[in-house]
């Protein structure tokens, strides 16, 4: 079969692959590309620390595990092992992996369903904007993704031998490794074993053997995170995002909570209220499980109205998008026609997809399991982003759908049609429902972000004028005004620094004291101490001064790098936030 479709699946390789590479090439004048936050500047100093030390897995604090899992990190350390620290060389490589993901949902579509399916389905995979999104920024999934489609394979494709579940144990250990969100298929994957074997000794032994992998795979890790902080766990923060996940008030999402203050006194609420700033993983975890479970008796009906409607949000893909995904569609997906093919619109079909294979869902039983094992995510922060791990197994549907309703046109079949459309139709209507009335945030925290690496790559300039933008965007982000005041302090501009950190201080109470100090320091005319020119935001591994001038600029970047406005009334709206002139 491979030889047959050669010509098809250089053709796919080659079209996702230059797509890919034509946004990277777009992305060499944008500054949120070159200094990663958030999730990619932590990915991105995790792999400068392990390649840094030896190769050793890090804690936090000393005592903490780690909040990421640690195989992506690794894979980003290896390439700049390979290549040197150059951002370019990890996307580059993701982009061979997107590429080559979008070839093997071909071969495995055209395996499970027809020829048209499978274009279509390595059609989606190759244009669809958020894969390509993942794909050219520091975003675990992309690896997450490759690793699932090659499990799916193996376990469909190659025959049945201990051989087959022994890879598929490693493949699955290492998706865990990767992102941990699909640990239930470790027990639904029995269900499909026993189904395939009609021994139930030799499904057993198969299943031990699968099961037996994924634990070898992980063991180095639990015990690595077992000698930091005493539990058995992959990553920290399991709780305070379960947490959030049902918390009705944050809709379910932490995407407006992740940036300054807002995560931080999140973040920090444990050693607070339990007034212990030496609180162990476990009672940190306590605790949230402990407010988890008591939102949810004060408040039963929110709780259930909001897991409807997230639930209800994901069936109809509607996007969770946080302010880096909404810069990257604004800047660079809404000027090409990819918009139209939207996270709402693989869904639809999908669902679709779905009951017009109910017939063969014997057949499709594995992929079945594999998004059932997504259930648990219901329950967690609910981002677009962690979707891309199995979306290519909706794609599958949402191909199958297409190659459906064309059988039933190009045969004229009139039941088959109305049946096709019918169900098309009411999953239509469905995706323009919002039960949880959910807005997606500005760019606001991008800038925000932007302006902090800026900072610390004293490009005060450039810091300044994103913080501003930042704020002209939201007002009441308070560490976007204590960061402007430490632009102005640097610049010795006590009037308006103090302007700032006033403002800061009004919005968010935790600025007061700072702000106090910095008025008897101002007037009596003192030396400046460094607590009121930092960022003092508790981030402590971006201010890392080796990690800060390793990544402080790209080898391809040039002088003059382009940076994007919000809209056309940008100016207008930072000058009303300058405090003076």
């Known amino acids: 079969m491979l030889k047959k479709h050669k010509a098809a699946l250089l053709i796919i390789f080659v079209t996702a692959l230059g797509l890919r590479l034509w946004f990277l090439a777009r992305l060499q004048n944008d500054l949120v590309f070159h200094l990663p936050s958030s999730d990619p500047q932590e990915f991105n100093f995790l792999a400068f620390w392990i390649k840094r030390h030896d190769w050793f897995w890090p804690g936090l604090a000393g005592h903490i595990p780690f909040h990421h899992t640690p195989l992506y990190p690794y894979f980003m350390a290896v390439i700049y092992q390979i290549f040197g620290f150059h951002i370019n060389a990890v996307v580059i490589v993701q982009c061979l992996l997107g590429a080559l993901s979008a070839c093997l949902m071909y071969l495995l579509t055209l395996r499970l369903a ?42 469909i494709v190659a025959k049945d031998s201990l051989k087959k579940y022994l890879l598929g144990g490693f493949l699955f250990g290492a998706s865990l490794l990767c992102r941990p969100d699909l640990s239930l298929f470790a027990g639904l994957i029995l269900l499909w074993i026993w189904r395939q074997d009609q021994s139930h000794k030799r499904a057993l032994c198969h299943y031990g053997a699968f099961i037996l992998t994924v634990a070898l795979v992980l063991a180095p890790v639990l015990f690595r995170n077992h000698e930091i902080s005493g539990s058995w766990t992959l990553r920290s923060q399991v709780a305070s995002n379960l947490y959030l996940g049902n918390d009705p008030d944050s809709y379910g999402s932490n995407i407006f909570v992740e940036g300054g203050r807002l995560w931080q006194n999140f973040i920090t609420m444990p050693y607070r209220e339990l007034h212990n700033n030496a609180l162990t993983e476990s009672q940190v975890n306590n605790f949230y499980f402990q407010k ?108 199958f759908f297409v190659s459906t309703l064309y059988e039933a046109v190009k045969t004229r079949d009139k039941s088959k049609l109305v049946k096709v459309v019918g169900v098309f139709l009411a999953c239509v209507l469905a995706s323009f429902i919002n039960p949880l009335n959910l807005k997606e945030p500005d760019v606001s925290e991008t800038y925000y972000s932007l302006a902090d690496n800026l900072f610390r790559q004293k490009d005060y300039g450039l810091s300044q004028q994103f913080y501003q933008r930042a704020l002209a965007l939201n007002p009441f982000n308070s560490s976007a005004w204590n960061g402007l005041s430490s632009v102005y302090f640097l610049k010795r501009d006590f009037t308006n620094a103090l302007y700032c950190l006033g403002k800061a201080a009004e919005t968010d109470g935790h600025f007061a004291e700072k702000y106090i100090l910095a008025r008897n320091v101002v007037l009596q005319g003192l030396p400046v101490p460094l607590s009121l020119i930092s960022l003092n935001e508790g981030d402590v591994d971006s201010d890392d001064d080796e990690y800060v001038k390793t990544f402080q600029f790209s080898p391809v970047t040039k002088p003059g790098l382009r940076t994007r406005r919000h809209s056309s009334g940008d100016n207008a709206a930072i000058a009303r936030t300058r405090p003076i002139g």
């Open 292 to 399: 988890t479970f008591e939102k949810i008796e004060e408040h039963p009906f929110s709780w259930a109205r909001l897991i409807f409607g997230k639930v209800w949000s994901f069936l109809t893909g509607r996007e969770f998008l946080r302010s880096e995904d909404v810069y990257f569609r604004n800047f660079f997906v809404v000027p090409t026609s990819l918009q139209f093919l939207s996270t709402s619109v693989i869904f639809v079909f999908a669902i679709s997809g779905f009951f017009a294979a109910w017939k063969l869902r014997e057949r499709y039983q594995l992929l079945n399991l594999f998004l059932l094992s997504s259930v648990m995510s219901i329950f967690f922060p609910a981002k677009t982003r962690y979707l891309v791990p199995i979306i290519p197994f909706v794609m599958f549907y949402a191909a």
């Open 114 to 155: 027809n020829p048209l399916a499978a274009l279509v389905c390595a059609g989606f995979m190759t244009f669809y904007w958020f894969m390509i999104y993942t794909q050219v920024f520091l975003f675990s999934e992309c690896l997450a993704m490759t690793i699932n489609i090659a499990l799916i394979y193996d376990l």
